[in-house]
Every structure is written in C-alpha cells, then in structure tokens.
C-alpha cells in the first residue's frame, strides 16, 4: 500500500510541476519575448535573445529536474513522512505558525541555496555539476529549472532540510514552492522589473534582482543569492559593477547604449 500512495504521490507531483512549469514559464515566456519584446526593449540585460538550442536544452533539462522533484518530495511525503516535521491538520499550530512559517522557509531556504551555490562553483564542481545550468550565459524564463541530474537532487535537498529543521504544513509548503518557482523565472527572464533607484532603496538594497543573477549567468561569478543579497553583501560577493548595471537597466535608453559603446 505504502508504494502504491508513493507512485500516486509521485505522478501527482510530477503532473502538478510541470503543468506550472509550462504555464508560468511558458506564459512568461510569450509575454516578455514576443507581446512586450519592443515595448521593454530597454529593460533587457542583454541584447541579444538566446538561440532555439538554447530554450531546448533548457526545457529538456528541467523535465529531467522535475522527475527528480518529484522524487524527492515523494520519499520525503511518504516514506520519510513519520520522521519530519511536516503536518496535515492546521490546527496542529494554528494559523498564526502557518502564515509565520512562510517567512522562516524563505530565511532558510534563501541561506541553503546560497552557500549551496557557492559549494558548486568549486572548480571540480562546477565542471561535474553546475556547468549544465551556466550554458545559459543568457538565460530566459525556461532557464528555471534547467540543472544537471545531481544539481537537481542538491536543490530539491531543501525540502528534507525544511522537514527536519522546522514543522510546516503542507500546503504551505506548496504555497511556497510556487512562489519560488515564480521568482526563479523573474530571476532568469533576462528583463529587470523592479523600477529604478528600488537597489538603493531601504528595502531593496537587500533584495535579490533579474539584473542581479542575469549578471551571474553572464560573468559566473558573484552574486550568488536567491531571493535576497544578504549573504552576498555580508560576505563580499555582490559584483561591484551591480549598482552601476541595474542604472543602466532601468534608465530609458541607456542600457542599449551603453552595450553599443562596448561593442
């Protein structure tokens, strides 16, 4: 019985990713590459579109990605479900831990994939593992999941760490997982969408931006971070031309210039 719910678990998962995968990536997609492609022209980071290869290799990966997601989550759901902290009953902490259990997932999950990402662009590990996902020097929306078989089962590892470290219902976990698939493509689309001067704001000096990681996926190294660049600015790797690319973003004109200058 306990593999039959682990197969049911597991395609539901698997079914439930990869229809978001396609709807929020795909929609994205059609949006910012074809509907708005003149319109936020100046908010691209990099000029050129990527290639057909490109969004194909993306797109293969990441349904390797999802396979692996799934398998994860349906080990950690079903075989390992006695053994975490995960929960079904609400009431087991009460709604106030519910909604407070959003803010400690995207404080620990954005510290694992921080020091995680690091770890992998050790030079061994870079080549064996992460190379996958930086052939996208220009990443798109489909960038999103798009990793090596053994980057996948590391970054789904934030869902046994979630388990062990802290209770979380599961459907807030799911809740959060959406949002994090969400920011990932915002982090991959290429196009920078908060307004200009956000990165010298209170706030937004500590918030992790497109222009941000589109600036990793180019030049591989600094700006690790996920949702946030406390990690990056607390230990010396936030690029120190990050100030001067997110200007030349979001300014009207002066990000297509600056690359013709350069060309």
């Known amino acids: 019985m306990i593999w039959e719910d682990f197969f049911i678990r597991w395609t539901r998962i698997a079914g439930n990713v990869t229809f978001r995968y396609f709807l929020i990536a795909g929609t994205v997609f059609f949006l ?3 509907i708005l492609k003149g319109i936020m022209a100046n908010r691209k980071m990099q000029a050129k579109f990527p290639k057909l290869k490109d969004y194909s290799r993306d797109i293969t990966y990441s349904l390797i990605t999802i396979l692996i997601f799934a398998t994860v989550a349906a080990v950690t759901f079903i075989l390992l479900y006695p053994y975490t902290l995960y ?15 959003f803010p400690l997932m995207f404080l620990i999950h954005d510290a694992y994939f921080y020091w995680a990402h690091r ?13 996958v ?7 798109s929306p489909w960038t999103a999941y798009a990793f090596h078989p053994l980057e996948a089962i590391i970054e789904a590892g934030i869902i046994l760490v979630l388990g062990f470290v802290l209770p979380i219902h599961q459907a807030a976990f799911g809740l959060f997982m959406l949002f994090q698939f969400s920011y990932n493509v915002y982090g991959h689309l290429g196009y920078e969408l908060y307004p200009k001067n956000f990165h010298r704001t209170w706030i937004g000096k500590w918030i992790n931006t497109g222009t941000a990681h589109n600036q990793h996926h180019q030049y591989f190294h600094g700006n690790y ?3 946030t ?6 230990f010396g790797t ?7 690319k997110f200007d030349q973003v979001t300014t009207p004109n002066q990000a297509r210039s600056h690359e013709k200058t350069l060309a």
């Open 119 to 131: 770890l992998m662009h050790h030079p061994r590990l870079f080549k064996a593992i992460h190379r």
């Open 229 to 234: 660049l406390i990690w990056d600015r607390l």
């Open 133 to 139: 996902h930086h052939q996208s020097t220009n990443p």
């Open 32 to 34: 910012f590459y074809f």
């Open 225 to 227: 971070g996920l949702y």
């Open 87 to 101: 929960y079904r009953d609400v009431e087991k902490f009460g709604w106030t831990y519910f909604y407070l259990s």
């Open 238 to 244: 936030l690029r120190e031309d990050y100030d001067q």
